[in-house]
């Protein structure tokens, strides 16, 4: 069965750059959600999308911006890149913003910022 | 503001034991999800409790839920090594599936 994909799988950036990370959900699944996990900690909600519209935020910074296009696929976009932005970003999918289905999880981009 | 904490942190346990991982959370939920994540991977569900007194059984896993306690049981019985796993909590509030990840169970299942 296909599952949520992610790309690329590992970035490695300088500070002050810019990054764009994909997500491509499992298909006929029109909600998107992009969560930041950095090293030993717990996931961290960022931003979600329903239906192409922006659908909840949270503890996303102004450097990042996110959309989600005709084709329910999403980029997350990453600018003047700092140190503490290095972390594993996951991009979860599900099918409805209310759903009793368990929430599906790529396997994410491991961002490093040197 | 949501908080969701598990215990213990880590938890080293031997083959063939049993225990329990717990998460109490500080607001009326209506969902609460069970992830295991290995190292460096993704996030695998496990489980997802929809109600008070919800009780799911996956091989050696049991998850359990009491809404009123606001407290989430993942019981493991007969350690196996495979299970050696990070093992996370995630309570949703807003029926958006906007989670919020408790701190993450560290298991070590040794010989």
């Known amino acids: 069965a296909a599952g949520v994909i992610q790309s690329p799988r590992h970035l490695i950036k300088e500070k002050r750059e810019t990054a764009t990370l994909k997500c491509y959900p499992i298909?006929?699944?029109?909600?998107v959600y992009w969560y930041q996990q950095g090293p030993g900690q717990d996931p961290q909600f960022l931003i979600s999308?329903?239906?192409?519209?922006?659908?909840d935020k949270g503890s996303i910074p102004d450097r990042f911006s996110a959309q989600q296009f005709s084709d329910y696929h999403s980029e997350l976009n990453m600018s003047s890149l700092e140190l503490g932005d290095s972390a594993l970003y996951f991009c979860?999918?599900?099918?409805?913003?209310?759903?009793?289905?368990?929430?599906?999880f790529g396997s994410g981009t491991q961002l490093s910022v040197l | 503001e949501l908080k969701v904490e598990q215990n213990p942190l880590f938890l080293s346990m031997q083959e063939g034991k049993n225990y329990t991982i717990y998460c109490n959370y500080s607001?009326?939920?209506?969902?609460l999800y069970w992830y295991r994540q290995d190292p460096g991977k993704s996030l695998e569900s496990l489980f997802v409790?929809?109600?008070?007194?919800a009780v799911k059984q996956e091989g050696r896993l049991m998850a359990s839920l009491d809404t009123k306690a606001r407290l989430s049981t993942l019981h493991i019985t007969a350690a196996v090594h495979d299970l050696s796993a990070t093992y996370f909590c995630a309570v949703d509030i807003s029926s958006g599936d906007k989670l919020t990840f408790g701190t993450g169970t560290r298991l070590a299942v040794r010989p």
């Open positions: 999308f329903y239906e192409k519209m922006q659908s």
């Open positions: 409790l929809l109600s008070n007194g």
């Open positions: 298909p006929r699944h029109d909600t």
């Open positions: 607001t009326t939920s209506d969902r």
């Open positions: 979860a999918s599900s099918s409805g913003q209310a759903t009793n289905e368990k929430l599906f």
